[in-house]
């Protein structure tokens, strides 16, 4: 069945940074988009960043342009994100994503990982 596992999650002071991984299984990873998303607590889950299959295209939110990169290695069945100079509001559970359309919405993403916890102090 289908699997994605995140990891890399923790606890950063601010200005510090993450890098979070998302390892997939049980489907053909290099036919889809891969996304990540956050959910803070009592807001709504935010699109964060996407990358097409062959991962020559990139979308970053504003909050986090310049800031966080994505980035796969298909060989590896793995999506990155690389973040850095983190802040206090950045503070959330990350997800990771696979859809078969190029997207910044949720609903068009079809498999979820189970998310991991990132946490920047001020």
């Known amino acids: 069945q289908v699997q994605l596992v995140e990891s890399g999650g923790g606890s950063v002071q601010a200005g510090g940074s993450l890098r979070l991984s998302c390892a997939a299984s049980?489907?053909?990873?290099?036919?889809?988009?891969m996304g990540w998303f956050r959910q803070a607590p009592g807001k709504e889950r935010e699109f964060v960043a996407s990358?097409?299959?062959?991962?020559?295209?990139?979308v970053t939110t504003d909050s986090v342009k310049g800031r966080f990169t994505i980035s796969r290695t298909n060989a590896k069945n793995t999506v990155y994100l690389q973040m850095n100079s983190l802040k206090p509001e950045d503070t959330a559970v990350y997800y990771c994503a696979a859809g078969k359309t190029w997207s910044t919405g949720s609903y068009q993403y079809s498999y979820w990982g189970q998310g991991t916890q990132v946490t920047v102090s001020s």
């Open positions: 049980g489907y053909t990873f290099n036919t889809y988009v």
């Open positions: 990358i097409n299959p062959s991962g020559a295209r990139t």
